[in-house]
């Protein structure tokens, strides 16, 4: 079966550069969720779409911007890069439009994004 | 404050031996429940969940829950633990409210160690 997709799985940054991660959500889920795991830490919501549109936001930083395309897939958009932005990025995605907590969430494989 | 709880950060456990990963949460009302298992630089995979109905859930790998509502808790077990059982669990609940579009939030983990 089709697994949601991330891209790059490894990318390594300069401080102040920025980064563009990406995701490609299963085929015909139409929301797609971005989380943030530091080291030693449980994944963190960052922020989700449905259809497109924004449907909720956590605690994602200023710097950080993403947006879902009318294909469905995702970019995270990550710019003036921090140590502290080193961490594993997740996506995830769901199918029953994001509208009630019955929509079972699939992960993709993550992206480990180091700054240095 | 909604919160979830797993007490335990660490388990070992001999091969063979049954295991038990607790969770505990502290919500308004009933959310919707999963178990997530991470191996050593993987994504999170999905074990099981839990909705509504029958109070004890199978899953995969030969994983299965039981949801209490009298204790909040939904704790994971495994009659008999394979080394490739060797990972971090993840008890997950979503949504936190009404409008949070099915944002799930962690457990801070359990790191399940298999001994020969």
């Known amino acids: 079966a089709a697994g949601v997709i991330q891209s790059p799985r490894h990318l390594i940054k300069e401080k102040r550069e920025t980064a563009t991660l990406k995701c490609y959500p299963i085929p015909r889920h139409d929301t797609v969720y971005w989380y943030q795991q530091g080291p030693g830490q449980d994944p963190q919501f960052l922020i989700s779409?449905?259809?497109?549109?924004?449907?909720d936001k956590g605690s994602i930083p200023d710097r950080f911007s993403a947006q879902q395309f009318s294909d469905y897939h995702s970019e995270l958009n990550m710019s003036s890069l921090e140590l502290g932005d080193s961490a594993l990025y997740f996506c995830?995605?769901?199918?029953?439009?994001?509208?009630?907590?019955?929509?079972?969430?699939?992960f993709g494989p993550g992206t480990r994004l180091t700054v240095l | 404050a909604q919160s979830v709880t797993q007490p335990d950060i660490h388990i070992t456990v001999s091969e063979g031996a049954s295991l038990e990963l607790r969770c505990n949460y502290s919500y308004g009302a009933t959310p919707y429940l999963f178990w997530y298992v991470q191996s050593p630089g993987q994504g999170l995979q999905l074990l099981l969940k839990?909705?509504?109905?029958?109070?004890l859930v199978q899953g995969i790998k030969g994983f299965e829950a039981e949801f209490k509502r009298s204790q909040s808790s939904f704790n994971l077990r495994k009659p008999s633990v394979h080394w490739s059982d060797a990972a971090e669990y993840f008890c997950a609940v979503g949504p936190l409210t009404t409008d949070s579009w099915g944002k799930l939030q962690f457990g801070a983990g359990t790191q399940v160690v298999v001994t020969p």
């Open positions: 995830a995605s769901s199918s029953v439009g994001g509208i009630s907590g019955a929509d079972t969430q699939y």
């Open positions: 839990y909705f509504s109905g029958d109070t």
């Open positions: 779409f449905y259809e497109k549109m924004q449907s």
